[in-house]
């Protein structure tokens, strides 16, 4: 099978109008090099892996930083109210 013409942008260094974008001509993850002939699986848009497994590391390493991220946030926003409340606490009013 002759590869196409309309898939060789995947290996363009930059698409024209779009510079600075990377160049799809190897994984993402593995750095392993793709070939014209062989199979590109495609994660978040434009991001190439060399296969199903790569993809799906990427995809498990997404995920478990998004927990990460959000405990994160769980523990800032717990804090953040835990410091709210103890400035609460700290005004006392003086009665005359």
């Given at each position: 099978?002759?590869?196409?013409?309309?898939?060789?942008?995947?290996?363009?260094?930059?698409?024209?109008?779009?510079?600075?974008?990377?160049?799809?001509?190897?994984?993402?993850?593995?750095?392993?090099?793709?070939?014209?002939?062989?199979?590109?699986?495609?994660?978040?848009?434009?991001?190439?892996?060399?296969?199903?497994?790569c993809r799906h590391e990427q995809m498990h390493l997404d995920a478990v930083c998004a927990k990460q991220a959000a405990r994160r946030q769980q523990r800032f926003s717990a804090e953040t109210e835990s410091h709210r409340g103890q400035r609460q606490s700290r005004k006392v009013s003086v009665a005359s």
């Open positions: 099978m002759a590869p196409s013409l309309a898939c060789s942008f995947f290996f363009d260094d930059e698409l024209l109008g779009e510079p600075g974008m990377p160049a799809m001509d190897a994984c993402a993850l593995c750095a392993k090099p793709l070939a014209r002939d062989s199979d590109v699986f495609m994660y978040r848009g434009d991001t190439p892996y060399c296969s199903e497994e």
